[in-house]
């Protein structure tokens, strides 16, 4: 299996604990993602936080219905925390999201390493320019959020 990887920051003028805050409500997912994915988190609010918790979302790719599961498998309050795909469409995913007070404010970093069924070239043709605008797309509304 191939794995590829996905890296990008943001620095955010808001204290760590805060932007710790907004990423651990799952709900916010909903807000930071595009809308042509018609992310939706269905796991009932309040989801309590914690190594093991499991969330269910629905989503579109390209138009087709899917369902993701994802796992908490770290959880280190106020800066680290790691998402993990139980179910959904990539053969593997792993979100690794750390925080780190920087110049007054937060640096927020995601790394992703991702597999795909179909290998390099679907990840080529297809994947990747989604998942970096998605990523691009996540940017841009943490600065409208918290910036």
């Excluded at 794995?3 to 807000?31: C, K, M, Q, S, Y």
């Amino acid at each position: 299996m191939r794995v590829f990887t996905l890296r990008n920051e943001v620095w955010l003028p808001r204290p760590i604990g805060e932007v710790f805050e907004f990423f651990a409500d799952a709900h916010n997912l909903e807000t930071i993602t595009p809308p042509l994915l018609r992310f939706e988190v269905l796991t009932s609010a309040p989801i309590r936080m914690e190594t093991g918790t499991l969330i269910d979302y629905k989503l579109r790719l390209r138009g087709i219905p899917m369902r993701w599961q994802s796992e908490i498998t770290a959880w280190e309050p106020p800066h680290r925390f790691v998402d993990e795909q139980r179910r959904g469409p990539y053969s593997m995913w792993v979100h690794e999201h750390t925080f780190e007070e920087k110049d007054g404010g937060t640096l927020a970093r995601d790394h992703v390493s991702y597999a795909v069924p179909g290998g390099a070239l679907v990840n080529r043709l297809f994947v990747a320019r989604d998942v970096r605008g998605i990523f691009e797309y996540r940017t841009e509304r943490l600065l409208e959020a918290l910036g």
